[in-house]
């Protein structure tokens, strides 16, 4: 999604808090100064070192709360642990700053062009498994970013030569009766066990009974405060002294060293498997054997995903449910942390999940089941997308986006050519209204040279990626996509994908101005009912392309005809994505005819629309329509302010109006005239206040009448 606001209204992404920060002072601390954006010298890339479950995540966003109010250009959190590929860091990247999805630019040159005159911190975590990539990306925007800071998370350090590594150790105990520890040092471990052990049972109280068998409990888990954490959550079901005997009868086996084999590992890692594999044993059969099985999920799954891709054999559905809620109970399974309907792993508790899959010769057969479970909901997609589920669609797509990425990455991998082709196309057309461009284009172009099959899934795969060269401006790549879908649209024989591929080959004549031959094209397309799959999205979009094709060219009555019918069809499905264009188009026919109440009014239901729907390019385009039905208003203050909101947001889709000549022109022209309203010196001024707003306060400012225009 586009970038957050806090509560203050900065800018970012960063997640909420959900449980109590507790400890870390001297780390904060630290870090206060070397977060520092005015700090000269190094700590320009900061990594905090420790093995799993020792709370660098939990650190590193704390830290970077505190920091935020010194960065206004935004803190952004990239959470690398669902990468399953090497090579896709500068996506995560650029997919969290929602940055140039419409550019077809090396990612590396997106965010160095991006991030040149920026003052922001991106804080890398969990980089272990991708380190070269993230040591690559570092050293690449460092020197083209003077304002940039990075602060990573990982079990080690980049190894960029200006990089202060800072050793993040586990949380002080106190001594044996839970008091302060060695010089002073609070036991934060024992504060930990207690704050956690009291939202387990509601009865627990550190007292003077509890607290030296609670220290002993923490010393024994080395103050690991995940370890802490799942120890804590069996206090509902055992008294603190059994949780102690228990934990000081456990032995090494090799359940602790499944992930390495050898008993060489690190002793807080050890440590670490060994509360893990405390938890694990302590769980019933059915319980462990859903822990492993949930290890193939990225990024977080729903409860409907979990039965159908984890049952079987001794799980059948119908228990899953209530085996996941006693997983949540004992904190091996957690609420995701904006949506109570989701699920996730902590990474080492996935990961020790993971070993377990693997030991029990299931890893391949649940990858696969999870593509199949994927693969199924993007066909379901295509094929609701344009019915009133659409809004639905695109927020499940949004919210399943790593299990996406997941199961298209075992697509490719398994080396199954229609299986791979039938599933980038189905993602890859979703990616492509939702928000995703880059991913859509990734995924397809590996599918579509390999030669793949005619029929319809290679129509909609050529489609899709012919339609994305158009949002990215790509307009060389569209032309040659566009000529390859048409001729396989025609190989197949249906009139509608026929009518489909109009609009690609039309889409990049209207954007290179070539109005005569756009229109010849688009208006040759077959008037055929309109049907609910992608097919049905693809038959609308030819008609708002010819609506755009009619305004350009000076024909209004011809333009608002075919928008009006556009508007119409979309407000009877129910669907949105063509609807909130038409209402664009609208506004510009309005403006064009003099009805600046009308164009303003049109313009904000767009602006509404297309946020909605992940559509930044729909808002960025609608926003330069709505300035120039405001200034001519008389309101030029407010145009400044809106131009600027747009500005924003067209450099970071990298593809200003889309390389489209006159929508250039015609934003030029506003910009123009505002200046001459307000003057330079006012418009200066209004542009920057537009500048400084986060993209939710541009659109919620853009939404909103206050004139009654």
């Known amino acids: 999604m586009p970038e957050n606001t806090t509560a203050e ?17 001297r780390e904060l601390a630290r870090l206060d100064e070397l977060l520092d954006p005015a700090r000269a010298g190094q700590g320009r890339l900061v990594t905090l070192v420790g093995t799993g479950g020792v709370g660098k995540t939990r650190l590193a966003l704390n830290a970077a709360r505190r920091a935020s109010p010194r960065y206004p250009d935004g803190v952004w959190f990239v959470e690398l642990s669902p990468l399953r590929a090497q090579g896709l860091v500068g996506f995560a990247v650029v997919e969290a700053l929602r940055l140039a999805d419409r550019s077809t630019s090396p990612v590396t040159e997106v965010l160095a062009d991006w991030l040149a005159d920026k003052k922001a911190l991106i804080v890398l975590d ?57 010089g002073g040092l609070p036991g934060d471990a024992l504060d930990l066990f207690a704050q956690r052990a009291a939202e387990a049972y509601a009865g627990f109280v550190l007292d003077e009974d509890s607290a030296g068998p609670a ?32 934990l000081g009868e456990r032995l090494p086996s090799p359940l602790d060293l499944l992930a390495t084999g050898t008993e060489e590992g690190p ?24 822990w492993a099985r949930l290890s193939v999920f990225t990024g977080g799954f729903d409860l409907a995903a979990a039965e159908d891709v984890c049952s079987g054999g001794p799980l059948p559905a119908g228990r899953i449910a209530a085996l996941l809620e006693r997983l949540v109970e004992q904190s091996i399974v957690l609420r995701h942390r904006t949506d109570e309907r989701r699920f996730q792993l902590l990474d080492s508790v996935r990961d020790f999940g993971g070993d377990w899959l693997r030991a029990l010769g ?7 089941r999870h593509l199949d479970h994927y693969r199924s909901l993007a066909r379901t997609g295509c094929t609701q997308w344009n019915t009133g589920r659409q809004l639905l669609w695109c927020e499940r797509v949004i919210a399943e986006h790593d299990n996406l990425r997941t199961a298209m990455d075992c697509a490719l991998a398994e080396r199954d050519g229609p299986t791979a082709l039938r599933t980038a196309a189905d993602i890859g057309f979703l990616w492509r209204h939702c928000g995703y461009l880059r991913d859509a284009q990734h995924c397809l172009d590996q599918v579509l040279t390999a030669d793949p099959a005619p029929g319809p899934d290679l129509v909609r795969a050529l489609w899709a990626r012919a339609a994305v060269a158009l949002l990215q401006g790509d307009l ?39 109005l005569g031959e756009a229109l010849v094209v688009l208006s040759a397309a077959d008037l055929l009912p309109v049907r609910d799959d992608w097919l049905g ?73 297309h946020s909605l729907l992940n ?21 030029g203050w407010r145009a400044a302010r809106l131009l600027a909101i747009g500005q924003r947001i067209w450099e970071r889709l990298g593809s200003a109006q889309m390389q489209s000549p006159d929508l250039m022109s015609a934003r030029r022209a506003c910009e123009n005239l505002v200046q001459e309203k307000i003057g330079t010196e006012a418009y200066t001024r209004a542009y920057a206040e537009g500048l400084a707003m986060s993209y939710a306060r541009g659109v919620a400012y853009a939404a909103e009448d206050l004139h009654g225009v």
């Open 126 to 182: 969990s980089c272990e498994h991708v380190l070269p990539d993230c040591a690559d990306l570092v050293r690449a925007l460092l020197p083209a970013a003077p304002g940039l800071r990075f602060l990573a998370t990982g079990r080690e350090h980049l190894g960029h030569p200006s990089e202060v590594r800072v050793q993040i150790d586990p949380l002080p105990v106190g001594d044996e009766d839970g008091a302060a520890g060695p």
């Open 267 to 290: 002793l807080r890692h050890r440590t670490l498997r060994t509360a893990i594999g405390w938890s694990h044993e302590l769980c019933a059969p059915v319980e462990r054997l859903l």
């Open 362 to 368: 299931e890893e391949r057969t649940l990858r696969l």
């Open 537 to 609: 999205s693809a038959q609308l979009q030819v008609r708002l392309a010819l609506s755009m094709t009619h305004l350009l060219r000076g024909d209004l009555p011809g333009a608002r005809a075919v928008a009006d019918e556009v508007r119409a069809e979309s407000g009877r499905r129910g669907e949105r994505w063509a609807g909130a264009f038409a209402e664009c188009f609208l506004a510009q026919i309005d403006l064009a005819e003099g009805d600046l109440a009308a164009a303003a009014r049109n313009a904000r239901t767009a602006v509404v629309a």
């Open 476 to 514: 060389d790549s569209a032309e040659r996509w566009a000529a390859v879908c048409s001729a396989a649209a025609v190989e197949q024989g249906d009139p509608v994908a026929v009518v489909g591929a109009a609009y690609v080959t039309g889409g990049q004549l209207l954007l290179r101005g070539r």
């Open 215 to 246: 220290a002993a409990v923490c010393r024994r888990l080395d103050g690991i405060p995940l370890a802490i954490e799942l120890a804590a959550a069996r206090l509902g079901e055992l008294s603190l002294g059994e949780l102690d005997e228990r």
């Open 9 to 25: 209204g900065r800018s970012g992404n960063l997640p909420p808090e959900t449980r109590s920060f507790v400890g870390r002072r």
């Open 615 to 635: 559509s930044t390019l729909g808002v960025a385009h609608t926003l330069d329509i709505l300035a120039s039905a405001v200034v001519a208003t008389g309101d």
